[in-house]
């Protein structure tokens, strides 16, 4: 099993507020990603990061921004949550590998804005 | 443009029953192309991954096929367990950046009974 968390598991936060969804991974990978994903679609990318200091949006237009200030940590913060925020939030993560950067889930954050 | 296109979108079978779901994509150029396997509310997690030069790949009771030509993959499950109900997704790696960039498919949600 890979070694990537996320937290929170849920999350449910009225319009306006700020949110920080935390993802942490113990694999020393350097690329991590944002996905977000609503039910019986297909995952976004948000954002991805090639490693310390390196940040970059995805193929989905995002309010969202990162932050990649240690290898092993990628957050993601909402200045001002919006119901349009709802979602799941994916976190992965990839190193080098034989087959070609093989992505690690995290378990993802199920945001509910009300 | 770079698409995943999958079928079913769901399919319901008896415990113990075999199935075989099918994935067709357009990325090009092509890398690798994985299946993955996601239980509700969870990450997603890998179950085979196949480079262009392979044409099976077997993970357990999970066998998928690859025609790089036609450009098909399909995953056919066998003796199928109440615990292989989840949504089976398809993704698509280019060769065209170092991300190494996946397109994914919506998924093939299958519901197994007893």
């Known amino acids: 099993e890979a070694d990537i968390y996320q937290t929170p598991r849920y999350l449910v936060i009225g319009t306006g507020k700020k949110i920080t969804l935390e993802c942490s991974q113990t694999?020393?990978?350097?690329?991590m990603y944002w996905y977000q994903q609503d039910p019986g679609m297909e995952l976004h990318l948000i954002h991805y990061?090639?490693?310390?200091?390196?940040?970059e949006k995805g193929d989905l237009s995002s309010e969202s921004t990162v932050s990649r200030i240690r290898t092993e940590h990628f957050p993601l913060t909402l200045e001002s949550a919006r119901p349009s925020h709802t979602s799941q939030y994916l976190c992965?993560?990839?190193?080098?590998?034989?087959?070609?950067?093989?992505?690690?889930f995290g378990p993802g954050t199920r945001l509910t804005v009300t | 443009k770079n698409q995943v296109e999958q079928s079913p979108q769901s399919l319901i079978i008896l415990e113990g029953k075999n199935c075989t779901l099918q994935?067709?994509?357009?990325?090009?150029?092509?890398?690798?192309l994985r299946w993955y396997k996601q239980d509700t509310g969870r990450g997603p997690v890998s179950l085979t991954i196949?480079?262009?030069?392979?044409n099976t790949k077997s993970n357990g009771r999970y066998t998928a096929t690859l025609d790089a030509d036609t450009k098909q993959s399909s995953l056919h499950i066998t003796a199928s367990q109440l615990s292989d109900s989840a949504s089976y997704i398809c993704?698509?790696?280019?060769?065209?950046?170092?991300?190494?960039?996946?397109?994914f498919g919506r998924g093939t949600q299958l519901t197994v009974w007893p």
């Open positions: 992965a993560s990839s190193g080098a590998s034989g087959g070609g950067y093989e992505q690690y």
């Open positions: 694999m020393g990978h350097d690329k």
């Open positions: 990061s090639y490693g310390v200091n390196s940040t």
């Open positions: 994935c067709n994509y357009t990325v090009s150029p092509f890398s690798n």
């Open positions: 196949m480079t262009f030069s392979e």
């Open positions: 993704v698509v790696s280019d060769r065209g950046s170092t991300l190494g960039r996946l397109y």
